[in-house]
């Protein structure tokens, strides 16, 4: 395992054989698709790559470095898929069970027979609340869950999918606090259970000193303008209204140390490549840690189920654009753009801005990339993604035959 530092800011350990990925991400920084970033890969349950580089700020004056955090966006929605996972591993939860089993509430407006796996996988027509909301609406999780406990689906439940973009995270989280014996908040069950180096809710000044600023990449003017949509798609994607996609004064709400002490489990997660690629990991199989092995989170039957796609062939997302989007029943996004450069098999999430989790078991594989640069383009496929998988998984073709 060699260790690696430039003038690109760039640090970090790469194993033999896996050299041209280093190569790869720091060719990312010199062509501005990153600003600052981390990225890590674990194979066979060795972490391989573990690298930072670039930069926090536009100046490039502060670098980015193997202590520096990240909002991941959406990508924390592959954690909540991972936490979800493991309360089912543990018989705590049932994917084909009706939530109002765990959460009587929830059955008011006719969702009596909404299970959780439809949940997960964005199929129970509650992308979203029927009132206005501000972000200190938000910030008040409890307020949240009233309100979509009392909410009439928008659709059928299971008739149809559609991003739940900020919602998803409210229903998972409650989900988790009221099934775990010691009634943790989700952030605090994520740190306990998963990775502690996954914040959902930071409440500690040095950890919020070490987190990046998001930084809006500048781009044409003709593309940098969020698409028109349908006004149900834009109440989902901004929380009715609590996060507008296109801020007048160019400001960046999540960038908000208010917005941080938060949980908002779909959105807000605050970590560093790192510690996402080891729950992706853990998943997956055991690890070799330091020298220390440490068991997979859950069995292999449990991935399984989770891993089941809910999206029927062609079935339109209502909320993204047009976009295809297919969804596991353990809230995994599957088979995306994303992830089609390797194989059928991948299961992960992606953010917005470029930041992604997923594993692969065919090869064994965790990966994570994260990055502070919001690319407001990145509804089409992000070619910092694609350099780096075709990068893995040459070296994977290459082990594999040697």
């Known amino acids: 395992m060699s260790s690696t530092a430039n003038n690109n800011n760039v640090h970090g350990i790469v194993a033999p054989a896996w050299e041209n990925v280093r190569a790869i991400f720091e060719q990312n920084i010199i062509d501005g698709l990153d600003l600052g970033a981390s990225l890590c890969v674990y194979h066979q349950g060795q972490c391989v790559v573990d690298l ?10 502060k670098s980015y470095t193997p202590e520096t955090l990240q909002i991941v966006y959406s990508t924390s929605k592959g954690v909540i898929a991972a936490a979800v996972a493991l309360c089912v591993d543990k018989g705590w939860l049932d994917y084909d069970a009706p ?6 509430e929830f059955a008011a407006e006719g969702k009596e027979n909404i299970t959780v796996g439809e949940v997960l996988s964005h199929r129970a027509g509650l992308p979203y609340v029927d009132q206005q909301l501000t972000a ?3 910030y008040n999780s409890s307020y949240i869950t009233a309100l979509l406990a009392a909410e009439k689906p928008h659709w059928i439940p299971g008739s149809a999918h559609g991003y739940h973009a900020h919602t998803l995270g ?13 009634k943790r908040s989700y952030g605090q069950f994520v740190r306990d259970e998963l990775e502690d180096g996954f914040y959902v809710g930071v409440s500690d000044d040095k950890i919020e000193a070490r987190v990046a600023p998001l930084i809006r990449k500048q781009v044409n003017a003709n593309t940098a303008a969020t698409p028109p949509m349908p006004l149900e798609a834009e109440k989902a994607l901004t929380f009715s209204g609590a996060f507008p996609l296109n ?19 779909a959105t807000n997660g605050i970590t560093n490549a790192r510690s996402l690629a080891r729950i ?5 199989g055991d690890i070799d840690e330091n020298g220390s092995k440490k068991k997979r989170l859950v069995h292999e039957e449990t991935l399984a189920r989770a891993a089941i796609n809910m999206t029927p062939v062609d079935e339109p997302d209502q909320n993204s654009y047009g976009l295809k989007t297919t969804f596991a ?4 996004q599957i088979y995306g753009k994303y992830f ?11 953010g917005r801005g470029g930041s992604c989790v997923f594993a692969y078991p065919p090869y064994e594989l965790a990966y994570a990339h994260v990055c502070n640069q919001l690319d407001t383009t990145a509804f089409a496929i992000d070619r910092r993604t694609l350099r780096l998988l075709e990068a893995i998984k040459d070296v994977i073709i290459h082990l594999n035959a040697s």
């Open 136 to 138: 200190d609406d938000v």
């Open 247 to 265: 801020q007048p004064d160019g400001k960046i709400l999540f960038n908000s140390p208010r917005l941080h002490r938060a949980e908002m489990p």
């Open 99 to 104: 939530v109002a089993k765990y959460w009587p």
């Open 280 to 284: 992706y990991a853990l998943l997956i």
């Open 170 to 182: 409210f229903l998972a989280g409650e989900l988790v606090h009221r099934v775990d014996p010691k």
């Open 340 to 350: 089609n450069a390797l194989g059928e098999g991948i299961f992960g999430h992606t």
């Open 52 to 61: 930072s580089g670039g930069w926090k700020d536009v100046e490039k004056t």
């Open 329 to 332: 029943k353990g809230g995994f």
